[in-house]
């Protein structure tokens, strides 16, 4: 007979169960934070509900969209700041459904590790409920998987899934609402997002500084944690604007960055015209091209240069969507408008 007390465990093979057991347990505060009309916040069965009669739809259009946090991932595990990136993964998702005129309604998380830290992954997923919070969609479900043997030391991936709904009458972009001469309104971004942090972090080695130095563009901060500045999320200024009829289409300006993204709303037949001196470019992005020797090119595709948003709005609203952004706390400039395309 077999000795099974020299057989393997599971913990053996480097998976700790029950270090999973209470890290759901640690969360579910984190969870129930969450709750809004058509979800009920828990969490641990096989599946996530939502009930889209009960968050007040009439004839929904569901909108989902997916996405990570790229290589933003790599100095939050190099500087321990891990409470913010979880905003980074929602923002990234919620903003991206909003710019079809969806409200985020509820998200999914996917968090991989080599070995659970639960005081590590509790952060990660408080910065997840506090996207969740600000972008008022409900964190319903997700995987936390431990898998030795994929990733080493400290280092974890996250992914993450939104579903939003739209009365039909109300998506975006309408094509048919759109014409030349239409204003092109850009709402201030929170510093490079979640993009081009392959660049960024090239730009930092090549300056020589560490992510603990003091910050060249960040008063009283260091480097690392000025660059974790958590993504905007634009959702409770932007939906009463298109559910008012104000908007005809949005960009949520990502990798690519204005040039790449804003032609992503517009038909065939327009292009936009920025005035790329209509707004203040934060200093983050001038020290980076200047640090970098980033060409200007280069930089509006690789960077949002200070804009996270942009609004496609008829001329005769214009005034009144930048003062109800205003009002609603958000800095927008008129960046540009719609011309022929060539």
């Not at 730009?203 to 660059?227: C, K, N």
């Not at 993204?261 to 936009?272: E, I, S, V």
């Not at 240069?305 to 969507?321: H, Q, R």
Request: charged share 20%; proline share 5%; glycine share 12%.
């Amino acid at each position: 007979m077999s000795d099974k007390s020299s057989g393997l465990s599971y913990a053996d093979a480097g998976v700790n169960i029950d270090e999973g057991d209470r890290l759901v347990d640690a969360i579910k505060p984190l969870v129930k934070s969450t709750r809004r009309a058509g979800a009920d916040g828990s969490i641990g069965g096989f599946g996530g509900a939502f009930d889209l009669k009960a968050a007040g739809f009439k004839d929904p259009v569901l909108i989902s969209g997916t996405d990570g946090v790229g290589t933003k991932l790599r100095i939050a595990i190099d500087t321990g700041v891990l409470d913010t990136v979880g905003i980074d993964l929602v923002a990234m998702c919620a903003n991206d459904v909003l710019a079809n005129g969806a409200e985020p309604l509820f998200f999914l998380d996917y968090f991989a590790t080599g070995r659970l830290d639960v005081d590590a992954a509790k952060a990660v997923i408080s910065g997840i409920a506090e996207g969740c919070r600000q972008a008022g969609a409900a964190l319903i479900g997700g995987e936390t998987a431990e898998m030795p043997g994929m990733y080493e030391g400290d280092d974890f991936d996250l992914a993450g899934f939104v579903v939003g709904a739209a009365e039909r009458d109300q998506m975006l972009p309408r094509h048919a609402d759109m014409a030349e001469g239409d204003v092109l309104i850009g709402v201030a971004s929170s510093g490079p997002h979640s993009n081009g942090y392959s660049l960024i972090r090239k730009v930092v080695e090549r300056s020589g500084l560490a992510w603990d130095a003091p910050s060249p563009f960040a008063e009283g901060q260091t480097l690392g944690a000025s660059l974790m500045a958590p993504t905007k999320l634009y959702i409770k200024s932007a939906l009463p604007l298109i559910r008012d009829g104000l908007v005809s289409g949005l960009a949520h300006i990502t990798g690519g960055g204005l040039t790449d993204n804003t032609p992503r709303m517009l038909p065939k037949t327009l292009a936009a015209e920025f005035d790329f001196k209509a707004w203040p470019r934060p200093a983050v992005f001038n020290w980076l091209q200047e640090t970098g020797g980033i060409a200007e090119d280069e930089m509006r595709r690789a960077f949002n240069c200070g804009i996270g948003l942009v609004y496609c709005v008829k001329p005769s609203d214009a005034e009144t969507v930048l003062a109800r952004l205003e009002a609603s706390g958000e800095t927008a400039w008129a960046i540009g408008t719609l011309k022929p395309a060539s």
